[in-house]
Every structure is written in C-alpha cells, then in structure tokens.
T-cell receptor, first 115, second 117 residues
Framework: DQQVKQNSPSLSVQEGRISILNCDYT??????FLWYKKYPAEGPTFLIS?????DKNEDGRFTVFLNKSAKHLSLHIVPSQPGDSAVYFC??????????????FGKGTKLSVIP | NAGVMQNPRHLVRRRGQEARLRCSPM?????VYWYRQLPEEGLKFMVY????????ESGMPKERFSAEFPKEGPSILRIQQVVRGDSAAYFC???????????????FGPGTRLTVL
C-alpha cells in the first residue's frame, strides 16, 4: 500500500522552461511534506518543505504547492537548468501519532533538463 | 562541512556473513534514522535512534537486523547472516530534534551500497 505516489517515473524538460513534478498521498494524517533531490550514488539532498497550514512555499527557483483537499502536491522549478537533472523524491510525515518522525517516500521522478 | 558521514560507501558480502554499516550524524544532531532503498523503489524507514536509545524500530525486519547509537561513536546498523535480498542502498539521516518543522529536517548521508554475493 503506497501512501505517497509519484506517478511519473521520468520527465524531460527544455532548459529555461518550467519543470512540474507531481506527488499524491493517501494518508490523511500527513501534514508535513518535503522534496528531496538525489544524484546517482549520493544521498538525498533536502530541497524544500511545506506544512499543511500553508498552500505554497517558495525558495528561489523552487516552489511547492499543496492542495490538501486533493491530497496533491507539486514542485515547480523555474527556470529549469541542466544541473537540476536528478531524481526527485516526494516525502511526507505526520506530526502526531506513532512514527510521526518517519518519512514516507514516493518512488521518485527522474528529471532530465535538456540544454 | 560536517555533513552526515557514512562508511563504508560500498560493501560486498557473501551470503551468511555479517554487514556493519556506520553513520556519524551532523554536528549538533542527536537523532539518527536509517532508511533502505531497494532498486527502483523509494526509501523506506527502518529505525529511529537517539543516543543509547532505540525509539522506533517498526521498519526493521524482525530477524538478523539490529541498530545501536552508543554514547560515544557512530550509529551502527548490523545485518547478520546476510542474504541476497539484503542488497540495497542504506541511508542514514540525522536531525537536531525529532518532529516536524523547518528545524527538524532530516539530512541524509551518501549511503552505503551493500551487495550480497
């Protein structure tokens, strides 16, 4: 039972255009969401997060949008750069209850930014 | 730049041997988490530790796996009598405190890639 789903295994975008990566979740207890970026043979690097009290969080070229009613979040990267090419993982956690510190990850979306 | 350190980066074991994976958290972080990533999968939570305490091991397989975070030294994930299905990337993360907020973000190490022959 996958509680965090990234339905697009891969995405190709032209340099300078917008990249939109999507993530859906099923667990209503999740109230904190994070995006990590991962290069091959390296660990995930934290990018940006959002709590459920917000619907948008922005940090430079990265913006995360949260739609709680749809249980959907997205990461926008604009403008996309070749160095953004990596696997992006969506992760979620719940602030209360057993295991509130556990991060539940999606399977990732491989982003390729074409020069 | 004292990030999360893991060693070894690569570990090859034959079936039945023991594997020991080490993790040193970021400076000032007292909470350590271990995750496992199987090929083509996302990371899956295994265990959460504080110094000298296992807080949550709900993601650990019931047999052969154990973890510790002693008062001094790194956290250790130990896998006894490894089998081929244990081949995976094992990531350690640390945070300053546990919970959720921008200050509790889990920061990951580079991982240990375990191959069982």
């Amino acid at each position: 039972d996958q509680q965090v789903k990234q339905n697009s295994p891969s995405l190709s975008v032209q340099e300078g255009r917008i990249s939109i990566l999507n993530c859906d979740y099923t667990n209503s207890m999740f109230d904190y969401f994070l995006w990590y970026k991962k290069y091959p043979a390296e660990g995930p690097t934290f990018l940006i997060s959002i709590s459920s009290i917000k619907d948008k969080n922005e940090d430079g070229r990265f913006t995360v949008f949260l739609n709680k009613s749809a249980k959907h979040l997205s990461l926008h990267i604009v403008p996309s750069q070749p160095g953004d090419s990596a696997v992006y993982f969506c992760a979620a956690s719940a602030s209360s209850g057993a295991g509130s510190y556990q991060l539940t990850f999606g399977k990732g979306t491989k982003l390729s930014v074409i020069p | 730049n004292a990030g999360v350190m893991q060693n070894p980066r690569h570990l090859v074991r034959r079936r039945g041997q023991e594997a020991r994976l080490r993790c040193s958290p970021m400076k000032g972080h007292s909470h350590v988490y271990w995750y496992r990533q199987l090929p083509e999968e996302g990371l899956k939570f295994m265990v959460y530790l504080q110094k000298e305490n296992i807080i949550d091991e709900s993601g650990m397989p019931k047999e052969r796996f154990s973890a510790e975070f002693p008062k001094e030294g790194p956290s250790i994930l130990r896998i006894q009598q490894v089998v081929r299905g244990d081949s995976a990337a094992y990531f350690c993360a640390s945070s300053p405190i546990a919970g959720y907020s921008s200050t509790d973000t889990q920061y990951f190490g580079p991982g240990t890639r375990l191959t069982v022959l």
